[in-house]
């Protein structure tokens, strides 16, 4: 431990546990030596000394299941690397099934895991029982196992990592209490300690549970709950060796582990308690709460279930530690919104160990790159919104979040902790028409509408679900007809000022210099080329700014936006979400609805495609922007806030005589994907650019606009694609798309499905997805193979499409 605490150091790590380190050795490792380490006790004392130490990999998402996987491929070589033993050990995890529903999970995680390049089998009861001997197994249906999972000591690997961290000049100071944060002009000015004050210009917060109340030091929210999680360690198991893979039992939420010769168990209850002390109170380090049998003993009769031979062994050890949860089941890497240069690790729900060797990587990469390495979306500090800033918020969600950690992952399903928050003027209206809302960012918003006697809720399903029907009918109304839209949660932002339109041209690679009252469809770009941000933009003014983006990425796009205006700037970023609802009002008779209410000329050589200008409508006065996202024409309708009832009621009684129906946002997911349409953050996102998702047309590459990531895209240009999306079509009714499906080309793996759903108007099962191909994938290569899905572990032919399969030539938008 070095002795004597720094005046100065361009980065302080705050947390010692595994994250901490892991962030201290990346970073020793790529020379950025000037950095310290400071724990308030020992390293390990928060969480990291009693996990469990399981190290699973496969996620439903590919970049977190990449990052696991750096995290394996570490441990595989950390104790070569710094001499310090770190319990890896190769033992693969076995998952079980004990229903069918199970089983469609597992077949679906199965192809999954080849999607993302990971070997993962299912197996029978019989198989699984030779792998897990001393387990009951004729309750089985069936298994999967995934041999290059394993288990590791967490202490031990947290010691090799600071070893590796202070062989590269990372300096690590134990027993030092950070007891405030100095903050100027927006970034971490110094860190004051109880034994003194460190300048600095980069903090990392890994401070675990303590992360909430670091993170207010700076004026940094951090959504995290510390929540009680209890295991217990048996004595000797006969049977149990070294290879035993560690074993999963979700439909009796159960975990098992073994532990020199016996057995670590645990589980996730469906009713978690949360640690609710705030601040934690001082002398928590390595410290254990009392153990709480009466909670823990569903999990442990379960558990004996499985394991008969519990019944009959003693407990060496009982865990009740603290570990911090978030709602989505995610942790939180990232740049924090509110200020550069403060960086938060934290929020790992009890899978820190598996995640902390590449999340430490991702973090030190992203600490001195200025950008994330890759996609990290689903794990970004900027998911979260401003009412994230209540702690009874944050516990509420967190708790839902940790009890659905062994819970069914149904395809669409919506959590229902702390609803309803966000609701659109509308909302009683929608509900009384037979909306079933789901929940995002926040906002309430129609999924779709029962009609006819159905009940208003979801059954959810690996086949086709109960929404199927009334979805169709709402997607065939604004095919062939007219339909209602509630958007109003759409994020929404107004760039204002003199030099707006110059920030924006450097922000966007489309073409921000059109006149007063055009809209533009643009992707902002990191300096890779990969798109950071996918909006529309509409000139209101030649000094005002209306940006349009999806409602989870409001945190995201306007931090995204503000922090790459240009220096010095007379430009305003606001935040306009609550200001406005938004109305879609789409189909073919829109412009017919829409005629009986507003004032002005709706003609398309009056309003044509790509426009935008205040109209009045019943009344008020509203933005209108004639841009679709179902493919159809129409027009989306941003009315003040005050208005919207007013223009609500008015679209729907002049929408009567059209049999206008009303839709919702399942209706447009199955509309846009006939569109080829792409979705930030699924389809498209930081590590893909408009090249390869086949956004070109977007791009203003004739200008001479210097924009951010155009060098990128002029290297692209001159060499060759390695992957391109496409569409992809599957004809057989009986298979159902949900997304992640792997993609084969000649029988060879050649990518995943990107997004998924039904097509209601051409009748097939619809799919996004890259085909990848280091040697290149232009027209003929994409054309020039036979297709084929891998969906839930069996593999059915499809076909690809370069153009969408409704409307390619986009004449019903534009007549």
Sequence with gaps: ??????????????????????????????????????????????????????????????????????????????????????????????????????????????????????????????????????????????????????????????????????????KIFERIRVTAIEMKDGRPAAVVTDRGRIQCEIVVNCAGIWSREVGRMAGVNVPVQPSYHQYLVTERIEGLTKDTPTLRDPDHLTYFKEEVGGLAMGGYEPNPIAYEHDPIPAGHEFRLMTENTDHFAPLLEAAAMRVPALNRVGIKSWFNGIESFTEDGMFILGEAPEARGFFVGCGFNAFGIASAGGAGKALAEWILGGEQPFDLWAADIRRFGAYHRSDAQVRTRSLEGQGHHYAMAWPGEEMQAARPLRRSVVYDRLKAAGAVFGAKFGWERPNWFATGGQEPREIYTFGRPNWHGPVGAEHRAARENVALFDESSFAKLLLVGADAERCLRRLCAGDLSKPVGRTTYTQMLNAKGGIEADVTVTRLAEDRFYIVTGTGFATHDFAHVRHNLLPGAHANLIDVTSAFGTLGLMGPNARKVLGEVAEGDLSNEGFPFGTGRELMVAGAPVIAVRI?????????????????LTVFDALREAGKPFQMANAGYRAIDSLRLEKGYRVWAGDIGPDYTPLEAGLGFAVAMKSNEDFIGRAALERQREGKLTKRLATFAVRDPDVVLHGRETIFRDGIRVGWTTSAGHGHTVGAGIALGYVRNEDGVDKDYLLGGAYELEVRARRVPATIHLEPLHDPTNARIKG
């Design 1 to 170: 431990m070095a002795a004597t605490l720094p005046a100065q150091a361009r980065i302080v790590i705050i947390g010692g546990g595994i994250i901490g380190c892991s962030t201290a050795y990346h970073l020793g490792s790529l020379g950025a030596s000037d950095a310290i380490l400071l724990e308030q006790h020992q390293l390990t004392s928060g969480s990291t000394w009693h996990a469990a130490g399981a190290v699973g990999q496969l996620r439903s998402n590919a970049n977190i299941t990449r990052l696991l996987g750096h995290s394996v491929e570490l441990y595989r070589r950390l104790e070569k690397d710094t001499g310090q033993a770190t319990g890896w050990h190769q033992s693969g995890s076995l998952r079980l099934a004990c229903t069918q529903e199970r089983r469609a999970e597992f077949e679906r995680a199965v192809t999954t895991a080849h999607s993302f390049g990971l070997e993962m089998h299912m197996l029978s009861p019989a198989e699984a029982l030779k792998l897990f001997p001393v387990m009951e197994h004729r309750d089985l249906v069936c298994a999967a196992f995934l041999p290059s999972d394993g288990v590791a000591n967490p202490s031990d690997i947290t010691q090799a990592l600071a070893k590796g961290a202070r062989r590269n000049g990372v």
């Design 628 to 644: 679709t996202f179902v493919g159809e024409l129409g027009w989306e309708l941003h009315v003040p806030s005050e208005y919207m």
